[in-house]
């Protein structure tokens, strides 16, 4: 009966182990997969629920506001028009010949600020490279010297060398070895 319980007990055990590493197992993929899922939910959820900005009656001039810089429209139309004109992206019946010409000011103002910018940048780039061209030419400079010196030092050894042969080979001479003989 006691063998019997105690089995009992190891089969509960057991399986009470099961059920606690199914949990941490689950609880583990729920952590690793849960923020990027809730984030991708809440970015596709309130797109879906949101309504589509009300239908404007408006009478619309012919200007095109699809060969105007994207970043352009909405700079000014977020400081004139507060968020009305971003959702319909059209003109107002109401704006008047002095709007036109401040959003014409604006929008070559913006232009001018942005030709200033890349050719800010388009000049640190060309100071950068300019830069990076005489680093490289002051190490191969270097490299060069350093060459040169290695090349002097081995001349020169080279030199000692030929003039320790040539007194080892006089040497030699004198005390009766000749070229080609062979003991």
Same mark, same amino acid.
């Given at each position: 009966?006691?063998?019997?319980?105690?089995?009992?007990?190891?089969?509960?055990?057991?399986?009470?182990? #099961?059920?606690?590493?199914?949990?941490?197992?689950? !609880?583990?993929?729920?952590?690793?997969?849960? +923020?990027?899922?809730?984030?991708?939910?809440?970015?596709?959820? +309130? =797109?879906?629920?949101?309504?589509?900005?009300?239908?404007?009656? !408006?009478?619309? =001039?012919?200007?095109?506001?699809?060969?105007? +810089?994207?970043?352009?429209?909405?700079?000014?139309?977020?400081?004139?028009?507060?968020? =009305?004109?971003?959702?319909?992206?059209?003109?107002?019946?109401?704006?008047?010949?002095?709007?036109?010409?401040?959003?014409?000011?604006?929008? =070559?103002?913006?232009?001018?600020?942005?030709?200033?910018?890349?050719?800010?940048?388009?000049?640190?780039?060309?100071?950068?490279?300019?830069?990076?061209?005489?680093?490289?030419?002051?190490?191969?400079?270097?490299?060069?010297?350093?060459?040169?010196?290695?090349?002097? #030092?081995?001349?020169?050894?080279?030199?000692?060398?030929?003039?320790?042969?040539?007194?080892?080979?006089?040497?030699?001479?004198? #005390?009766?070895? #000749?070229?080609?003989?062979?003991?």
């Amino acid at each position: 009966m006691n063998l019997q319980m105690n089995k009992q007990r190891e089969t509960c055990i057991l399986g009470m182990m #099961k059920v606690a590493m199914g949990l941490m197992g689950v !609880c583990l993929a729920g952590y690793i997969v849960g +923020p990027p899922l809730y984030w991708h939910l809440a970015e596709a959820l +309130p =797109s879906v629920g949101r309504p589509s900005c009300p239908p404007c009656l !408006c009478d619309c =001039s012919s200007q095109s506001l699809l060969s105007i +810089p994207e970043g352009i429209i909405f700079t000014y139309l977020f400081t004139r028009f507060n968020n =009305s004109f971003t959702e319909c992206m059209k003109h107002e019946p109401g704006m008047n010949e002095e709007t036109e010409k401040n959003f014409t000011a604006l929008l =070559s103002e913006e232009l001018k600020l942005r030709e200033a910018e890349a050719l800010e940048s388009h000049q640190r780039a060309d100071k950068a490279l300019l830069e990076a061209k005489k680093m490289e030419a002051d190490k191969c400079n270097m490299g060069m010297g350093t060459c040169e010196e290695a090349r002097e #030092k081995a001349e020169a050894a080279l030199q000692a060398q030929r003039e320790v042969t040539v007194m080892w080979e006089l040497r030699a001479r004198q #005390k009766g070895w #000749k070229e080609g003989i062979i003991k």
